[in-house]
């Protein structure tokens, strides 16, 4: 899915460069996750024309979250996520993570520093895909002289605030530039890492669980934090 358009959907007023921030872990646990029948359906929002949200309930009281985007050929391209409604502090959130994603066929480096004796690779995250990472940890004593790595694909979680009703949704993410000017300043204690994006390097949320819970309830309120949002519009 291209981030572009979920800006474009949800954002249309937003800066160039404010987009959602990227969690390691999720922000939800079996305690705390709901089902609100009301979100399964289509939503758009004012040029519905130009694609959507929509929402199907899946096992474990989670959703599928559908994302529509008309090409300018005239087709319709879906980009599908998977999407957990929590309660927590009294807001609601919505935790979504790719299900599935577009990966670059570039070349990727992890590095250890040679100087330092028994050094890990820093970096260990490099996004291969938006919302998707690839973790690289080690190197670590094998059997014998041999070494051994880790590597998995972790696909990252984004958080939105969410106001629902009948007929109307609004979605107001955890903003990236906030969260990290927050850091950089020492406004805010969150854990996190940075990870490689092509030549750049981002910081990620890297927090337990728990850790992000209490971080989000924290700073709900924080202006800045979460970004104003859109209103979209239940279609059927």
């Known amino acids: 899915m291209s981030k572009k358009w979920l800006l474009l959907l949800l954002l249309p007023v937003c800066i160039t460069g404010c987009v959602p921030v990227d969690s390691i872990n999720p922000l939800y646990t079996e305690k705390n996750v709901i089902f609100d029948p009301v979100l399964?359906?289509?939503?758009?929002?004012p040029n519905a024309d130009e694609g959507g949200l929509r929402f199907e309930r899946t096992d474990d009281d989670a959703y599928q979250m559908v994302m529509t985007e008309k090409k300018s050929?005239?087709?319709?391209?879906?980009?599908?996520?998977?999407?957990?409604?929590l309660s927590l502090g009294g807001e609601k959130y919505?935790?979504?993570e790719p299900r599935e994603f577009e990966a670059s066929s570039h070349l990727l480096l992890f590095r250890t520093d040679p100087s330092k004796k028994g050094s890990k690779f820093?970096?260990?995250?490099?996004?291969?895909?938006s919302g998707v990472y690839l973790e690289v940890l080690g190197p670590n004593p094998g059997k014998g002289t041999s070494q051994e790595?880790?590597?998995?694909?972790?696909?990252?979680?984004?958080?939105?605030k969410v106001y629902l009703s009948e007929k109307s949704l609004s979605l107001?993410?955890?903003?990236?530039?906030?969260v990290q000017e927050a850091i950089d300043k020492k406004l805010v204690q969150a854990r996190h890492m940075k990870a490689r994006d092509e030549n750049t390097l981002n910081w990620v949320l890297s927090g337990s669980t728990a850790d992000?819970?209490?971080?989000?309830?924290?700073?709900?309120?924080?202006?800045?934090?979460?970004?104003?949002g859109m209103a979209m519009s239940k279609i059927e």
Not at 40 to 45: C, I, L, M, N, S
Not at 75 to 84: C, G, L, Q, T
Not at 149 to 160: E, M
């Open 122 to 129: 820093e970096p260990t995250l490099e996004r291969i895909g």
């Open 73 to 85: 050929s005239g087709w319709a391209k879906e980009s599908i996520f998977v999407a957990h409604l």
């Open 94 to 96: 919505l935790d979504v």
């Open 149 to 160: 790595l880790q590597v998995k694909v972790r696909p990252a979680h984004w958080i939105f």
């Open 212 to 228: 992000l819970q209490q971080f989000v309830v924290r700073h709900a309120d924080d202006p800045g934090a979460f970004d104003a």
């Open 40 to 45: 399964v359906g289509k939503w758009g929002g």
């Open 172 to 178: 107001s993410y955890l903003d990236r530039e906030w």
